[in-house]
């Protein structure tokens, strides 16, 4: 059995099979409380103030809800979405831990290594990042109190600056493609912020950079600009 063998018959069926029941025990406790609270003590909310919330909330991340798992999979993986959609914060933080792991590594992502090693560089960065939680629970909020506010607003900063420097990573090993998929992703936050499209345009801008991006690259593929 070659390795394609062993990563599509045992490996991937073994991630299904315990991804699948573990995010179904973590949606289980994440509604644990509200349960709790409404069979236990027979505290319930009417529904309109339920429905209010729900509408509330849709509006603003009902889009994502189907756009992110679609947008990161061919980065991540199957493993690597299991664990990153338990854990969080990924488009901040294990999207950027997964490529910069695949760069280290060399491998593509998309392709069975690249996957692999996405999963790795996400469960290395869950850890990491609980045990920074907890010690920014404990002393954190103390040290940025005492920190001069330019510092505090450079912060914000950070996120931006840590996309760039991943886009540049990957620009140089595709130097026709990376400049027209940048004035691509320009052109759709510009259109977004020019109010001529829906609220709802800006959820789907980077399913849409993504798709363009990729529909870009098999063009150039096949007129043969890109190997």
């Known amino acids: ?14 991630i299904v099979r315990w991804g699948r ?3 179904w025990t973590a ?13 236990v003590f027979d ?3 009417p529904v309109s103030a339920l429905a209010t919330a729900f509408v509330a909330i849709a509006s603003v991340v009902g889009v994502p809800w189907f756009v992110e798992p679609v947008s990161y999979f061919p980065i991540i993986g199957v493993a690597g979405t299991y ?24 491998v593509e992502p998309g392709t069975n290594e690249g996957s692999i090693i996405a999963t790795l560089g996400i469960a290395v960065s869950i850890v990491v990042n609980t045990l920074i939680l907890t010690a920014g629970v404990i002393a954190g909020a103390a040290v940025l109190q005492r920190l001069p506010q330019e ?11 840590l996309f760039g ?10 130097l026709k493609l990376s400049p027209l998929v940048l004035i691509i992703c320009i052109a759709l936050v510009l259109l977004g912020k020019s109010g001529l499209m829906p609220r709802w345009f800006g959820s789907i801008s980077t399913l849409l950079a993504v798709a ?13 600009v890109l190997k």
């Open 1 to 14: 059995m070659n390795a394609n063998e062993i990563y599509n018959q045992q490996y991937i069926p073994f």
């Open 21 to 23: 029941r573990i995010n």
């Open 27 to 39: 949606m289980a406790l994440c509604f644990s409380p509200a349960l709790v609270l409404a069979f």
């Open 43 to 45: 505290l319930v909310p």
């Open 83 to 106: 664990m990153a959609f338990i854990a969080g914060n990924i488009g901040n933080l294990r999207i950027p831990c997964a490529m910069v792991a695949q760069k280290v590594a060399g």
């Open 151 to 161: 510092v505090t607003a450079a912060l914000q900063f950070l996120l931006p600056a």
């Open 165 to 174: 420097a991943i886009f540049a990573q990957f620009a140089a090993q595709r």
């Open 212 to 224: 363009l991006s990729i529909g870009l690259a098999v063009v150039m593929y096949k007129k043969g």
